[in-house]
């Protein structure tokens, strides 16, 4: 075969030559090269045109005819001999190669491409310089958590870096993604660390449906060192282990986004850390939500519709109303949604909260400056009562000169709603009364009582029903009633007839939390027993109006299935301080 192309004639070479390249190897060699030379125009000298929006149609025209002219030369050059072979090749080499130079030295000039992105022996350094950096990230520890910090506006776009894998940073973000982690799975609102009050020790717990769990414990070195992580996510002052800090960060688990609320204070013996998780939708809640049974939504909407004006010859009755409960028993949930049953858009309605938690459409929420100077809580209650707002939430009464402030007040003017920390309406009433130091003062304004507590809610998929024993339902007050079946908490399920950890509540018996509620307008006879002083005439004052006190409340809820007697008990025994009995000294 190949002694036919030696035959002298051009045509017949040119006929021939197919036949000459059919020796194997060689037309590997122009097809490799222009193989590279097109894998460098794609990947490199392409994506470099499109970048920077340089000419990228002219730029490809150009590449596919300095290519096509270095493939026809090389083919159509004779090939016969290795000479005239090697010429071909050589011919084929120096178009492209000149291909690439021409597009590198053109667009070296062109003033569109910056000049760190220009090409040259860069390009290589680049490639290289990225390869570095991949293998920089395999050295990094692989996290679990996004973790994104403030930015300078305070929002949280920052994202937190993971530590290079086997370094001591290493170990403190895993253990702290931990902290973290533990408190989803148990479906924690809050996880606390603290010192213990032994050994040095810290110890972590979650707050699950409004109930303590005790969580790790940990020595103090390394209760610090995942205090100060999650300090340093929020951008907060990591020496700073005495003033109270604040700030807010978010997690990402699995498309699972949190906002969690970062607060560290110095406590005795240490400093004490508090994640809240999603503090401003968690303590946000409709009215209808909230718990109040039937009568007690009604008297409720009543004590509301007081305070608007119904035709021009009526005055509006505000006054005051006593929101009573414990601080963590969703007080601030009770009192937010009271505000909510306000029209904020017709009228003021205005809060004033030690810390804000969830806020509200329309209404003006303000935070209470301790570190403002000469500032208590009683003038500022007084300072804002006196712009006159139509409502007003006071999250707290700290001193009696928040409740002297609130019982002087217009009560034409404003509405205020005044948390008290009572388990009930009378022991409510009392420490109000004492508070302002005069029963006839306290009395005048006094409109309503409203009383909370948070049982949690049994978990629908694995609660267990019995029927109860006609004694418990004696004890329980509902002795004649016709009560077939109560519930009691689960915490397992049978899956394929193999009892198996609910996956509802992850074996906890409950989800959720629910209010129990006592409410009730206080009219002139109640008032008056209040102003002489006369507790006892008060409680048969609110007897009279016949709606279900909290226990009664509670015990519905129980026969509904929604809690159980066990949950009833544990909310009720969990009472506060006695009541002072002491009268108050008439002013
Ligand atoms: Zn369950």
């Known amino acids: 075969m190949t002694q036919m192309a030696h035959d002298g004639s051009p045509l017949m070479m040119l006929a021939s030559e197919p036949m000459v390249l059919v020796s194997f190897w060689k037309p590997l060699i122009p097809l490799v090269i222009l193989g590279v030379w097109g894998w460098i125009v794609s990947t490199v000298l392409d994506k470099h045109a499109a ?37 071909g090749v050589g011919f084929m080499v120096s178009v492209l190669v000149a291909n690439v130079i021409i597009y590198v030295t053109m667009t ?92 040095q020790s810290y110890q972590a717990s979650m707050l699950v449906d409004g109930v303590r769990v005790a969580g790790d414990t940990m020595p103090a070195q390394n209760a610090f060192k995942i205090i100060d992580f ?53 303590v946000l809640r409709k009215p209808a939500e909230l718990g109040f049974l039937e009568p007690q939504m009604a008297e409720m909407q009543e004590l509301v519709n007081q305070t608007v004006t119904k035709n021009d010859d009526d005055k509006p009755i505000r006054g005051v109303v006593l929101l009573a409960g414990q601080p963590d028993g969703g007080r601030t949930t009770m009192m937010l949604s009271v ?76 509405r205020v709603y005044l948390c008290v920390k009572a388990d009930s309406a009378m022991e409510a009433i009392e420490k109000y009364v004492q508070a302002v130091g005069d029963p006839a003062l306290a009395s005048k304004g006094l409109r309503g009582v409203v009383v909370g507590k948070l049982v949690r809610k049994l978990c629908t998929n694995c609660r267990v029903g019995y029927p109860p024993a006609p004694d418990m339902l004696k004890k329980m007050g509902v002795g004649d009633a016709k009560v ?12 394929k007839n193999k009892p198996e950890v609910c996956p509802t509540c992850g074996g906890g018996g409950y989800l959720g939390q629910e209010g129990v509620l006592e409410v009730f307008i206080l009219d002139d006879e109640a008032r008056e027993a209040v102003a002489q002083n006369n507790m006892a005439a008060v409680k048969a004052a609110i007897k009279k109006r016949g709606l279900p006190s909290l226990q009664v409340a509670a015990v519905q809820k129980a026969i509904k299935g929604i809690t159980s007697v066990e949950e009833m008990q544990r909310v009720f025994a969990a009472k506060s301080a006695a009541p002072a009995q002491a009268a108050p000294a008439k002013a």
């Open 230 to 282: 999650w300090k340093a996510c929020a951008k907060l002052d990591v020496a700073d282990r005495r003033k109270r800090l604040v700030g807010d960060i978010v997690i990402e688990q699995s498309g699972n986004k949190k906002k969690v609320r970062l607060t560290s204070v110095g406590v005795p013996g240490g400093m004490r850390l508090t994640m809240l998780f999603d503090p401003d939708t968690s």
């Open 51 to 87: 970048r920077f929006f340089l000419n990228r149609e002219r730029w490809g025209a150009i590449h596919l005819t300095m290519g096509f002219v270095a493939f026809a030369g090389a083919f159509l050059m004779p090939m016969a001999g290795l000479v005239s072979f090697i010429a």
């Open 484 to 495: 077939q079946q109560l519930f009691k908490k689960g915490g397992q399920v049978l899956i």
């Open 339 to 414: 505000l909510q049953m306000h029209d904020a858009y017709t009228q003021s309605v205005q809060s004033l909260e030690m810390e804000i938690q969830g806020t509200l459409e329309g209404v003006r929420h303000q935070a209470f400056d301790a570190t403002a100077e000469g500032a208590d809580f009683g003038t500022t209650v007084r300072s804002i009562l006196r712009r006159d707002p139509d409502v007003l939430g006071v999250a707290e009464m700290p001193d009696a000169t928040t409740a002297q402030m609130v019982a002087k007040n217009d009560h034409d003017r404003t």
């Open 108 to 199: 070296g000039k062109d003033e569109r491409v910056p000049a760190q992105h220009r090409l040259g022996w860069n390009v290589f350094k680049s490639m290289q310089e990225k390869k570095a950096a991949k293998a920089e990230e395999k050295k990094q520890g692989t996290v679990k958590l996004t973790i994104k910090g403030p930015n300078e506006k305070g929002q949280p776009t920052v994202l937190v870096p993971a530590p290079l894998a086997e370094s001591p940073e290493f170990a403190v973000r895993t253990a702290s993604e931990d902290l973290y982690l533990k408190a989803m799975v148990s479906r924690a609102s809050q996880v606390d660390v603290l010192p213990s009050g032994k050994d």
